[in-house]
T-cell receptor, first 117, second 110 residues
Framework: DAGVIQSPRHEVTEMGQEVTLRCKPISGHNSLFWYRQTMMRGLELLIYFNNNVPIDDSGMPEDRFSAKMPNASFSTLKIQPSEPRDSAVYFC???????????????FGPGTRLTVL | QKEVEQNSGPLSVPEGAIASLNCTYSDRGSQSFFWYRQYSGKSPELIMSIYSNGDKEDGRFTAQLNKASQYVSLLIRDSQPSDSATYLCAVPSGANNLFFGTGTRLTVIP
């Protein structure tokens, strides 16, 4: 199994540009999560999907951020326009849909390191 | 009050010593707890989960849970330089999600 795949691994862009981050979850996993990690705020949940449907986007910082999951094997996180304060590592994670047990392991992708100049 | 609180460290221990990492949580109803390890520049990976009061051992790692005190800890025995990483405590948030602490950075000194 290839694990969660993210692209690009590194992105450097200028303020005002559009940024699109991509994620392929583990095959068979029904839940997908987007996180942002910074030194100051740690790991923050931005949004998560169950069966391609957005369930909770309360962590999305503002309207400049949007996420889609057009099918079970692909998701995007878009920032438009980007700002320097968006610089962070963005992780995608996936897990099987919960079946009533308390088990809750999320499998993380390698992350995308975004730098907005 | 944050849902999960951890001492950010850094915590330094000599090789072979016991490293003790601590976490407190605010939701008394939490039933499951997780420790993730994150090496510098890498993604978090699950190393321990615990659901019942008491201790759970897995190799050199022991998770300890005290629900009355809302406290969960991770002990690493015979610490190795390869254990140097940031350790994240996580508790469920709702039915499907996890809330992560900010992590404790551990350095094991050879």
């Amino acid at each position: 199994d290839a694990g969660v795949i993210q692209s690009p691994r590194h992105e450097v862009t200028e303020m005002g540009q559009e940024v699109t981050l991509r994620c392929k979850p583990i095959s068979g996993h029904n839940s997908l999560f987007w996180y942002r990690q910074t030194m100051m705020r740690g790991l923050e949940l931005l949004i998560y999907f169950n069966n391609n449907v957005p369930i909770d986007d309360s962590g999305m910082p503002e309207d400049r951020f949007s996420a889609k999951m057009p099918n079970a094997s692909f998701s995007t996180l878009k920032i438009q326009p980007s700002e320097p304060r968006d610089s962070a590592v963005y992780f995608c994670a996936s897990r099987p849909f919960p079946s009533g047990s308390s088990y809750n392991e999320q499998f993380f992708g390698p992350g995308t390191r975004l730098t907005v100049l | 009050q944050k849902e999960v609180e951890q001492n950010s460290g850094p915590l330094s221990v000599p090789e072979g010593a016991i490293a003790s990492l601590n976490c407190t949580y605010s939701d008394r109803g939490s039933q499951s707890f997780f420790w993730y390890r994150q090496y510098s520049g890498k993604s978090p990976e699950l190393i321990m989960s615990i659901y019942s009061n008491g201790d759970k051992e897995d190799g050199r790692f022991t998770a300890q849970l005290n629900k009355a005190s809302q406290y969960v800890s991770l002990l690493i025995r015979d610490s190795q330089p390869s254990d140097s990483a940031t350790y994240l405590c996580a508790v469920p948030s709702g039915a499907n999600n996890l809330f992560f602490g900010t992590g404790t950075r551990l350095t094991v000194i050879p």
